[in-house]
């Protein structure tokens, strides 16, 4: 019997079993006559401040009792709680990791839901309860559970910060006012909140126009990069079609003169072949001849040999060959003549035509908002080093690796598989990635560069030069200034001054060369589009310096 009203009270609800006066549930549970349950500390912390009157109450019913009940375990109540508390785990799990705990609960921790800031402390479901059903309490301000509560404290007179002060622009409490900040021009949180509100939206109406107006030039971009890619795709087949249809036509012609060639050859051996037989046929006969001749020379019959050497004497009448000419040095010098002048002739037509067509056409700048001022670019400013691992062996690094000269003997580098051993070339140690700008200031001669890390470092070959191969882009400054790039080269008639700025946007595919001064002037930019990362490249001739410029250097320092 009693073990099936223990089951049956796990179904009974948590309140059933809380201390009237703790809350909590029943801990050491005791019954008082008139039948009502209490923890056994709570009810004796009760009576103990009764005892000077002798006088005892129920502390729920308010029932007296004289003298002072004995109060013994209730055991049967413990052995329900138990039974409670097990159910209880199962249904309500413990506070988590990064879960705010009920202040309320005893052992172990439930999940608190609401913190008040009258009460300051923070609740699980089960005793937040009286905040809802207490007259008094429902007036208290519940907000989701938050572990900074005493952030919100005072903690010069201990009562909750709810006024806020815009003269010193921080929250007070009520008694604060009094002091410090009394004149001040104090309204209440809720009032600022608001206020602040209101701007808030302004704000937020603000930031979803700037939305709007970047998602419209985002469409615009993807419509450009779309056509940009369509347009790209059309050029390179357009231009796979044509280099086809060259390549077929000159396959053509030098199909026809291999032919022509092999039909001279074959003629001229035919010929040749006709000779030879004709000589064999006459060599073998004068053999003949001669051994008639030699046999009529041993003859001892006088007779005889007068009545041969007549008839041998005759000629046999078959031509003389010796007169046929043969040409002993066939030679085809005019074919390799006149195909060694179109050769030439073709790579001076094909210079002149891809002249008029510089890598900046190829594609249309992207980008929305190019800088204009010095100000604009050094937002983009990058700080640069040169790497001694890939300096020229002249290359005197200094200022921290951020200047150069050449010398006229060898340093103590050592050997690197990424050192540059013929040009007077160095690379930075940091990739441009992103939107980049960097001033040089030099004097003499000297080229700044872009160029992919997989340039050749090694031997004389061209291609491992700055500016002479596809893997990097050259500003040449001396007298006047130039750009190159693979075979496309373009110079500008006047010189620039003695400070470069350098920008490049790998993502549009844009680079640009600039004299700067207290104005931006521009060289030269390139379209194009870069395929590996990138980095900056320097070189100096003899008795010439450059150096890589801070981001508070002057405009012009020339």
């Known amino acids: 019997m009693v073990r099936r009203m223990a089951e049956a009270s796990t179904l009974v609800d948590q309140d059933q079993f809380s201390c009237p006066v703790c809350l909590d549930l029943l801990k050491d549970p005791v019954t008082v006559p008139r039948g009502h349950s209490f923890s056994m500390v709570c009810i004796n912390g009760c009576w103990d401040h009764g005892d000077h009157r002798g006088l005892y109450s129920c502390p729920q019913c308010r029932e007296t009792f004289t003298p002072r009940p004995v109060l013994c375990r209730s055991y049967f109540i413990a052995e329900m709680l138990e039974k409670l508390k097990k159910t209880e785990v199962r249904a309500a799990p413990p506070a988590g990791s990064g879960d705010v705990e009920c202040d309320f609960c005893t052992g172990r921790k439930r999940k608190a839901v609401k913190s008040c800031l009258t009460c300051l402390a923070s609740f699980c479901e089960d005793h937040l309860k009286p905040h809802y059903e207490i007259p008094a309490w429902k007036k208290h301000k519940l907000v989701k559970a938050s572990t900074r509560l005493q952030e919100k404290i005072c903690s010069q007179h201990d009562k909750l910060m709810d006024i806020y002060c815009r003269t010193d622009q921080n929250f007070i409490c009520y008694l604060c006012t009094m002091e410090d900040h009394k004149g001040h021009d104090t309204v209440s949180a809720a009032a600022e909140r608001t206020q602040k509100q209101r701007e808030l939206e302004e704000m937020q109406r603000d930031v979803q126009q700037r939305i709007q107006e970047k998602q419209k030039k985002l469409q615009e971009l993807e419509q450009a990069v779309n056509t940009l890619k369509r347009c790209a795709q059309t050029a390179v087949e357009d231009t796979e079609r044509i280099w086809t249809e060259l390549i077929c036509s000159i396959e053509k012609k030098r199909s026809e003169l291999t032919e022509l060639i092999r039909a001279q050859e074959e003629a001229e051996l035919s010929a040749a072949e006709e000779l030879l037989e004709k000589l064999e046929q006459e060599i073998a006969d004068l053999k003949r001849r001669n051994a008639e001749l030699e046999q009529l020379s041993l003859t001892e019959d006088h007779i005889h040999f007068l009545q041969s050497f007549q008839s041998l004497s005759v000629s046999s009448g078959s031509e003389d060959s010796s007169s ?222 450059l150096r890589l410029c801070d981001k508070n250097d002057g405009g012009d320092r020339g």
């Open 324 to 545: 046929i000419s043969v040409h002993h040095h066939l030679s085809f010098d005019g074919v390799r003549s006149a195909l060694s002048d179109l050769k030439e002739r073709l790579e001076e037509f094909c210079r002149e035509e891809f002249r008029k067509i510089p890598p900046q056409a190829a594609a249309a700048p992207l980008s929305l908002s190019e800088p204009k001022s010095r100000e604009d670019f050094l937002q983009y400013f990058c700080h640069l080093t040169l790497d001694p691992n890939t300096a020229y062996r002249r290359l005197i690094l200094s200022e921290n690796n951020r200047a150069l000269i050449l010398s006229n003997e060898d340093q103590h580098y050592p050997d690197h598989p990424e050192r540059f051993d013929y040009f007077g070339q160095v690379l930075s140690v940091e990739s441009l990635s992103g939107r980049c700008y960097w001033e040089v200031e030099y004097s003499g001669v000297a080229a700044i560069v872009v160029s992919y890390k997989d340039i050749r470092r090694k031997g004389e070959f061209c291609d491992g030069e700055f500016g002479y191969n596809s893997q990097s882009w050259k500003l040449f400054c001396s007298s006047n200034a130039s750009v190159w790039h693979c075979c496309y080269r373009e110079e500008f008639p006047e010189a620039p001054l003695a400070k470069i700025g350098v920008y490049v946007d790998p993502s549009a595919g844009i680079l640009s060369f600039y004299s700067v001064s207290d104005t931006m002037t521009l060289l030269h930019t390139v379209h194009t589009t870069f395929t590996q990362p990138l980095y900056a490249g320097f070189y100096v001739s003899l008795h010439s310096t």
